[in-house]
């Protein structure tokens, strides 16, 4: 409680509004350890995913660096900041890695800064860095996140983020490669020696293509301020409107499936739940009244150490892989039972395709299936049974 505390509330209040600490050099410190404890429980590719959201101020009249801001849910001007995170995650556990607080570049039409910090500084820092533009401190957020030991092989973002001047810079400056929804707008792609719009690239290319969610993709080149870049665009059905509404999604990496793009983007919405968690329940934007910057960085920073704990603490708790060498005990006998499985529908498919292809009668097929299990390890057979290995051909199977 805090009349037991050792000190007074103007104690925080100063540790708060202090410039000096290195808030982010602490977020990635947690949230690097963390991500080394979780890493190892998962298979999966990890992503970074990249997103903004508003910091909302407006019922305060003078919080420094305070500008206008547009909601995007409300679709109206609001008084705050821009709250553009960086999160990891392996579609089960998002770990927030790095965020920044933008303002207007317009020093009209934002509240002033405080004076006399000292520019070598972290707040000094952080208050540069409030004024430059979303895709110079996005490629930034991204080189300290790999700097500092994160590994993704992808950056995935909505289509706010997805032009083509900020996917080259992440492509050159990070070594990742960018998944991310495109706008329908009139952006020019380059293919087969024409130039087309996204729509019409779509009622072009959309002949040749199926009629399910997974429409179809094709590999074109954007223009970009360092030269032309190829990239893979992947259309799906909307599900959210018409049958016959559409969305694209931009590859980077031209080798992967259409359908791993799609399953990759999915893994953005994470970000979102991420935001909603720290305005909802970890009272972000809503404990804190002060005025300083250096305190809402602190603030927001201490928010984002919360959902770490929380998040490692449920990954702990509901992934059964923690539980050490009892769960690998458990998967080698998953693993028996999948190989019987798997072998059943292969000699399935090897009956069916003797009777169809060859002509043999029943006892031909035995003869031949006899040996082939002759040339079987004999670990292997041990692990197949002996009803498997004894298996009889009197009709072609059904399950083929």
Not at 164 to 177: A, F
């Amino acid at each position: 409680r805090p009349q037991e505390w050792p000190f007074h509330k103007d104690v925080v209040y100063r540790f708060l509004n202090d410039p000096r600490w290195h808030w982010r050099r602490l977020l990635a410190a947690v949230s690097i350890r963390a991500s080394r404890d979780i890493r190892p429980l998962t298979r999966h590719v990890a992503v970074f995913a990249l997103d903004d959201s508003l910091y909302d101020r407006s019922r305060s009249k003078a919080v420094a660096l305070m500008g206008p801001v547009f909601d995007h849910v409300s679709q109206r001007m609001r008084k705050g900041f821009r709250w553009l995170a960086l999160v990891w995650t392996d579609g089960r556990t998002v770990l927030p890695v790095d965020f920044a607080l933008l303002t207007t570049a317009q020093a009209t039409q934002r509240y002033p800064a405080q004076e006399g910090i000292d520019p070598r500084s972290p707040g000094a820092g952080r208050r540069r860095e409030a004024i430059q533009p979303a895709p110079t401190v996005a490629v930034s957020l991204l080189q300290h996140a790999l700097a500092v030991g994160f590994e993704a092989a992808y950056v995935v973002c909505d289509r706010w983020f997805t032009t083509p001047k900020l996917v080259s810079h992440i492509v050159r400056e990070t070594g990742c490669d960018v998944i991310g929804m495109l706008k329908n707008s009139a952006l020019g792609f380059e293919w087969k020696d024409r130039r087309y719009t996204l729509a019409q690239l779509y009622r072009t290319a959309r002949a040749h293509w199926t009629r399910h969610d997974l429409q179809g993709s094709v590999v074109v080149t954007v223009p970009t301020e360092t030269g032309p870049l190829r990239v893979k665009l992947v259309f799906i059905r909307d599900r959210r409107g018409h049958s016959r509404e559409w969305l694209a999604l931009l590859s980077t990496d031209l080798s992967l499936p259409d359908d791993e793009v799609v399953r990759l983007y999915g893994k953005r919405w994470d970000i979102e739940t991420f935001f909603k968690a720290s305005k909802s329940l970890l009272g972000l934007a809503k404990e804190i009244h002060s005025r300083s910057y250096d305190a809402l960085i602190a603030h927001t920073t201490i928010v984002c150490l919360r959902y770490l704990f929380l998040a490692r603490e449920a990954r702990q708790n509901d992934d059964y892989r923690t539980i050490g060498a009892l769960f690998f005990v458990m998967v080698d006998e998953l693993q028996d039972l999948l190989l019987a499985t798997v072998w059943d529908h292969i000699m399935a498919a090897f009956e069916a395709t003797l009777h169809e292809t060859l002509e043999l009668s029943p006892a031909q097929v035995e003869a031949l299936y006899a040996a082939f299990l002759q040339r079987l390890p004999q670990s292997l057979r041990d692990r197949l049974g002996p009803s498997r290995l004894s298996r009889g051909f009197s009709k072609p199977s059904k399950a083929a």
